[in-house]
């Protein structure tokens, strides 16, 4: 996929605030309204852009422990249907398919360290095939950014 000028200034613009009204951008490019949705029509297409979406702060709900996962598997063939599982817990918000030591690597988002004790001994280390967990809890989150164009 190749992008141009105009197109690396539109992501940009809406990677920053995805609210930016596609107007602004045309003002700021010199191009019409028109154009700019044909161009981001374009990127869609060419699956460059993946979606546009609302981020909420999970810690004005309430989760204020962070923890990624690494689940150990008995079997690698137990990989799908011990993500079908992982994905009727609401809690587990990425899932990773990994090389290494684990099978899986999750990041869950919790209310607190007790709430992530009971979902780990009660949710995921009871799925069949998980044979044991290691669990780091993030004390921080420095960088939080998409790559840049």
């Known amino acids: 996929m190749k992008i141009d000028g105009i197109d690396k200034i539109i ?3 809406l990677v920053k605030d995805a609210r930016t009204p596609v ?3 045309a003002r700021e490019v010199g191009i019409s309204g028109a154009a700019i949705h044909q161009r ?6 060419s699956e460059l852009i993946d979606g546009y979406r609302m981020i909420i702060n999970p810690k004005s709900l309430g989760y204020t422990t962070t923890a990624f996962v690494g689940v150990f598997l008995d079997s690698s063939s137990l990989y799908s249907s011990a993500i079908k599982r992982l ?6 918000v990425e899932s990773h398919y ?3 030591n684990y099978a899986v690597f999750i990041k869950i988002l919790c209310k607190n360290n007790e709430d992530l004790m009971h979902l780990l001994n009660k949710d995921i280390q009871s799925i069949k095939g998980v044979s044991r967990t290691e669990t780091f809890i993030s ?10 164009i």
């Open 11 to 13: 992501i940009k613009r």
């Open 23 to 25: 107007l602004s951008i």
């Open 40 to 45: 981001l029509r374009k990127l869609e297409k």
């Open 87 to 92: 994905k009727d817990i609401p809690e587990v």
């Open 98 to 100: 990994t090389t290494g």
């Open 139 to 148: 004390l921080d989150q420095q960088i939080d950014r998409q790559i840049t």
